[in-house]
């Protein structure tokens, strides 16, 4: 099948399983099959389709968090099972065989018990709630990378993976508040065991994130949720995971913003193509011609490149076979009235436009303090993330001095006013302020997104 015609087929089945509401049975089935392998997978799939659905969600966060608490409060609303790996290790202390000794050994100095320990224990409960058919919260497991591998082996892979996350001085005040309990109370050097622990906690969780980074989803933790809101949250990434059609998302901010990390995250998230227009001006540059010539003069001096170039560009990439198969989102595109105009000539109907705003004066202060190592390319937020040997070469980019970052923000404003006056896009634009953490600017536009697909 060539690209056309599989392109063709893909919108076909879309639309078919979409408007016959049966796109999420038909993606559990074909999950199913890709993880257990059945040698016969006709019966196996006429079995799977008799057996009563049934979800599973991983909640990991913080030692001394009120994970446990906030676990068992989403499964008496959602009426999933709780199961915490806490409680299964505390049951299996009380058999006092030689194996709760060596749990007791690792818990009495304050460390992770070990993995194939865990495993063991967590696998016989996950089997039996599997075969019991029962949906379940899992909550604490898996904590480390050995842990997650080891699952996905197994084939137990989870609906949704919520993580609990704070700042590394708030879990190291989490580990110092545990380290307080009877259990622990003889222990010495208190806060040098809460700092390592932390670290170790912060190193495990960077490891497991890259194992789940298409089934975890973030929040903060030092937030206080309504609790319909979080299952709420939980409800779309178990039933609504991923936007079904080739989307079509539009990101726009001042410099600064945050915006192309947004844009990466979500195509990385939900397997769009990443579009940069200063990506495809560096493309053009590169290639040594007159027009990339024009095009990197006008970016050195802080000016926009002309409208007609930066259409093609965007024509050309917007037409290739992975955008369409995939979906795009266009991080810093339109930049202009023209630019917006030609929306309708590229034939772009957006699904989502995506506003970062945030105040001039915070925008000028992120950019002005910005320095670039002009060997390695490298940005720093501020001199102070450099190390001595680097700091004397650092330089301020050409389009982040203050008058640039002037006029850059006032054309932002511009365009800013020229799309709320655009009734057309009112129904698909979505805001969110640029003065929030990174974090909350991607959880909150991956929550809006899954919710109105």
Same mark, same amino acid.
């Given at each position: 099948?060539?690209?056309?015609?599989?392109?063709?087929?893909?919108?076909?089945?879309?639309?078919y399983l979409e408007r016959n509401k049966v796109y999420n049975i038909f993606e559990d089935l074909l999950k199913a099959l890709i993880i257990k392998k059945p040698n016969d997978p006709i019966q196996f799939?006429?079995?799977?389709?008799?057996?009563?659905?049934?979800?599973?969600?991983?909640?990991?966060?913080?030692?001394?968090?009120?994970?446990?608490?906030?676990?068992l409060t989403l499964a008496e609303y959602m009426n999933f099972h709780c199961v915490s790996i806490g409680d299964l290790i505390e049951k299996e202390l009380s058999k006092k065989s030689e194996l709760s000794?060596?749990?007791?050994?690792?818990?009495?100095?304050?460390?992770?018990?070990?993995?194939?320990?865990?495993?063991?224990?967590?696998?016989?409960?996950?089997?039996?709630?599997?075969?019991?058919?029962?949906?379940?919260?899992?909550?604490?497991?898996?904590?480390?990378?050995?842990?997650?591998?080891?699952?996905?082996?197994?084939?137990?892979?989870?609906?949704?993976?919520?993580?609990?996350?704070?700042?590394?001085?708030?879990?190291?005040?989490?580990?110092?508040?545990?380290?307080?309990?009877?259990?622990?109370?003889?222990?010495?050097?208190?806060?040098?065991?809460?700092?390592?622990?932390?670290?170790?906690?912060?190193?495990?969780?960077?490891?497991?994130?890259?194992?789940?980074?298409?089934?975890?989803?973030?929040?903060?933790?030092?937030?206080?949720?309504?609790?319909?809101?979080?299952?709420?949250?939980?409800?779309?990434?178990?039933? @609504?995971?991923? $936007? !079904?059609?080739?989307?079509? *998302?539009?990101?726009?901010?001042?410099?600064?913003?945050? &915006?192309? /990390?947004?844009?990466?995250?979500?195509?990385?998230?939900?397997?769009?193509?990443?579009?940069?227009?200063?990506?495809?001006?560096?493309?053009?540059?590169?290639?040594?011609?007159?027009?990339?010539?024009?095009?990197?003069?006008?970016?050195?001096?802080?000016?926009?490149?002309?409208?007609?170039?930066?259409?093609?560009?965007?024509?050309?990439?917007?037409?290739?076979?992975?955008?369409?198969?995939?979906?795009?989102?266009?991080?810093?595109?339109?930049?202009?009235?023209?630019?917006?105009?030609?929306?309708?000539?590229? @034939?772009?109907? $957006? !699904?989502?436009?995506?506003? *970062?705003?945030?105040?001039?004066?915070?925008?000028?202060? &992120?950019? /002005?303090?910005?320095?670039t190592d002009p060997i390695t390319g490298r940005v720093y937020n501020s001199l102070d993330e450099a190390d001595k040997e680097v700091k004397s070469r650092l330089i301020i980019a050409p389009n982040e001095?203050?008058?640039?970052?002037?006029?850059?923000?006032?054309?932002?404003?511009?365009?800013?006013?020229?799309?709320?006056?655009?009734?057309?896009?009112?129904?698909?634009?979505?805001?969110?302020?640029?003065?929030?953490?990174?974090?909350?600017?991607?959880?909150?536009?991956?929550?809006?997104?899954?919710?109105?697909?």
């Amino acid at each position: 099948m060539d690209q056309a015609n599989k392109l063709q087929y893909q919108q076909q089945v879309e639309i078919y399983l979409e408007r016959n509401k049966v796109y999420n049975i038909f993606e559990d089935l074909l999950k199913a099959l890709i993880i257990k392998k059945p040698n016969d997978p006709i019966q196996f799939l006429i079995n799977k389709l008799q057996e009563p659905e049934t979800k599973k969600i991983f909640v990991i966060g913080p030692p001394g968090s009120k994970l446990l608490e906030l676990s068992l409060t989403l499964a008496e609303y959602m009426n999933f099972h709780c199961v915490s790996i806490g409680d299964l290790i505390e049951k299996e202390l009380s058999k006092k065989s030689e194996l709760s000794q060596q749990i007791q050994d690792s818990l009495d100095k304050f460390q992770y018990v070990n993995d194939e320990i865990v495993i063991n224990i967590a696998l016989n409960q996950m089997q039996h709630l599997e075969n019991e058919k029962k949906s379940y919260i899992f909550e604490g497991f898996p904590k480390t990378r050995v842990q997650g591998l080891t699952f996905q082996k197994e084939g137990i892979i989870p609906d949704a993976f919520l993580i609990l996350e704070m700042s590394e001085e708030k879990i190291y005040q989490c580990c110092l508040k545990k380290l307080e309990t009877e259990a622990l109370s003889k222990l010495n050097n208190k806060e040098e065991l809460a700092r390592n622990h932390s670290l170790e906690y912060q190193l495990n969780l960077k490891q497991v994130k890259e194992i789940y980074k298409n089934q975890y989803f973030s929040v903060d933790g030092e937030k206080n949720y309504e609790l319909e809101d979080m299952a709420q949250r939980l409800k779309y990434k178990l039933y @609504n995971n991923a $936007p !079904t059609r080739a989307g079509r *998302i539009i990101v726009i901010g001042p410099p600064g913003s945050g &915006r192309s /990390t947004l844009a990466k995250h979500l195509c990385q998230r939900y397997g769009f193509v990443y579009i940069s227009t200063r990506e495809l001006i560096s493309n053009l540059v590169n290639q040594k011609g007159s027009t990339g010539k024009e095009a990197f003069e006008k970016v050195n001096k802080g000016d926009l490149v002309d409208d007609r170039i930066i259409n093609a560009l965007i024509k050309e990439r917007i037409n290739q076979t992975d955008c369409q198969l995939q979906g795009y989102v266009l991080d810093g595109y339109p930049k202009t009235e023209k630019q917006l105009e030609s929306l309708n000539e590229l @034939n772009i109907q $957006p !699904t989502l436009i995506v506003i *970062i705003d945030a105040a001039d004066d915070i925008i000028l202060r &992120r950019l /002005t303090q910005r320095r670039t190592d002009p060997i390695t390319g490298r940005v720093y937020n501020s001199l102070d993330e450099a190390d001595k040997e680097v700091k004397s070469r650092l330089i301020i980019a050409p389009n982040e001095k203050r008058d640039v970052v002037q006029l850059r923000l006032k054309r932002w404003d511009d365009l800013k006013q020229l799309i709320d006056g655009t009734p057309k896009y009112a129904s698909v634009i979505f805001k969110t302020s640029g003065d929030s953490t990174l974090n909350n600017i991607i959880e909150s536009v991956c929550y809006h997104l899954e919710k109105i697909n």
